[in-house]
């Protein structure tokens, strides 16, 4: 089965390659060629742009960063609505605002082709491992004929419902719980340092009562301090958190806890920290200690 894959960045790249390993037929495309050179020494087939891409293929997966991003390679003269043919899938893994996935499944269905959102759960060495978490969303015939494919990225597929943005809305939902956990983490883990404390003493405990691959992880990386290289950039996670206030306001539902964290993201950018690992909240806290 042929498959067209467009955005491979960190997340991206690993999951096409899955594909090639599960024995895919891997059509690619990045804004970046140069990203696409291990891909094509393992098979895939790049094309130029992503209307090639769509038309080569009835399923496209779309890994990109933001709105603008999906916007521009969607919506453009030589995007993928431009060439997907008649009854195909358009998968959207990225995490996107509400509005953008609603419109989306409207501009698909006026071209009588379908939009499914498969957002992803879980960091790039996850992505390597096939063991991300899905949560799918789509018209249940469209869910349908990508689960197969979607296996083969992933340990667990939550199936939503039956409207695209559904699933971007749990996604938001979940990415902005990690967020407050990475606030009252390092809040916490800030307070205990200061009463002398070491952080990997306190995390032990943490971990012990908190038994969870989100405290685990992220409470590791920020008692090593390994900010870099990044896998989740500290402006895509203030990106998030925007969408979770954007969404929350949208049905007027509380979120003050946004507004703290977004406040204090948006510090760690001013101070330099927007191309580190997320968990560099706990620097921005430092600062203004």
């Given at each position: 089965?042929?498959?067209?894959?467009?955005?491979?960045?960190?997340?991206?790249?690993?999951?096409?390659?899955?594909?090639?390993?599960?024995?895919?037929?891997?059509?690619?495309?990045?804004?970046?060629?140069?990203?696409?050179?291990?891909?094509?020494?393992?098979?895939?087939?790049?094309?130029?742009?992503?209307?090639?891409?769509?038309?080569?293929?009835?399923?496209?997966?779309?890994?990109?960063?933001?709105?603008?991003?999906?916007?521009?390679?969607?919506?453009?003269?030589?995007?993928?609505?431009?060439?997907?043919?008649?009854?195909?899938?358009?998968v959207?893994?990225?995490?996107?605002?509400?509005?953008?996935?609603?419109k989306?499944?409207?501009?698909?269905?006026?071209?009588?082709?379908?939009?499914?959102?498969?957002?992803?759960?879980?960091?790039?060495?996850a992505?390597?491992?096939?063991?991300?978490?899905?949560?799918?969303?789509?018209?249940?015939?469209?869910?349908?004929?990508?689960?197969?494919?979607?296996?083969?990225?992933?340990?667990?597929?939550f199936?939503?419902?039956?409207?695209?943005?559904?699933?971007?809305?749990?996604?938001?939902?979940?990415?902005?719980?990690?967020?407050?956990?990475?606030?009252?983490?390092?809040?916490?883990?800030?307070?205990?340092?200061?009463?002398?404390?070491?952080?990997?003493?306190?995390?032990?405990?943490?971990?012990?009562?908190?038994?969870?691959?989100?405290?685990?992880?992220?409470g590791?990386?920020?008692?090593?301090?390994?900010?870099?290289?990044?896998?989740f950039?500290?402006?895509?996670?203030?990106?998030?958190?925007?969408?979770?206030?954007?969404?929350?306001?949208?049905?007027?539902?509380?979120?003050?806890?946004?507004?703290?964290?977004?406040?204090?993201?948006?510090?760690?950018?001013?101070?330099?920290?927007?191309?580190?690992?997320?968990?560099?909240?706990?620097?921005c806290?430092?600062?203004?200690?």
């Amino acid at each position: 089965m042929k498959v067209s894959f467009i955005g491979l960045g960190n997340m991206g790249l690993p999951m096409a390659q899955n594909l090639l390993k599960a024995g895919y037929d891997v059509v690619i495309f990045n804004r970046t060629p140069e990203k696409a050179e291990p891909l094509i020494k393992q098979g895939a087939r790049y094309v130029q742009t992503p209307l090639e891409a769509a038309k080569e293929s009835n399923l496209v997966i779309t890994m990109l960063s933001d709105d603008a991003a999906l916007r521009e390679i969607v919506e453009g003269p030589t995007g993928v609505l431009n060439g997907l043919s008649e009854n195909g899938i358009h998968v959207s893994a990225s995490t996107i605002s509400v509005d953008l996935a609603r419109k989306l499944s409207a501009l698909h269905a006026e071209r009588h082709q379908h939009f499914v959102s498969a957002t992803v759960m879980g960091r790039p060495d996850a992505a390597k491992a096939a063991t991300l978490r899905i949560i799918l969303a789509g018209p249940e015939h469209a869910r349908q004929r990508v689960l197969p494919m979607l296996t083969a990225l992933s340990q667990e597929i939550f199936e939503i419902g039956d409207h695209g943005e559904e699933g971007n809305i749990v996604k938001i939902g979940v990415n902005f719980l990690i967020a407050s956990m990475l606030e009252a983490l390092s809040e916490a883990q800030l307070m205990v340092e200061k009463h002398g404390i070491k952080p990997s003493r306190y995390m032990d405990v943490v971990n012990a009562l908190f038994q969870s691959p989100v405290y685990q992880n992220y409470g590791a990386i920020m008692t090593e301090q390994r900010f870099e290289p990044a896998g989740f950039k500290m402006k895509l996670g203030l990106k998030d958190v925007a969408l979770a206030i954007e969404a929350a306001k949208s049905v007027q539902a509380p979120l003050p806890l946004g507004q703290l964290i977004h406040q204090h993201l948006s510090e760690g950018i001013t101070h330099g920290y927007g191309e580190l690992d997320w968990t560099a909240l706990i620097r921005c806290l430092k600062h203004s200690s």
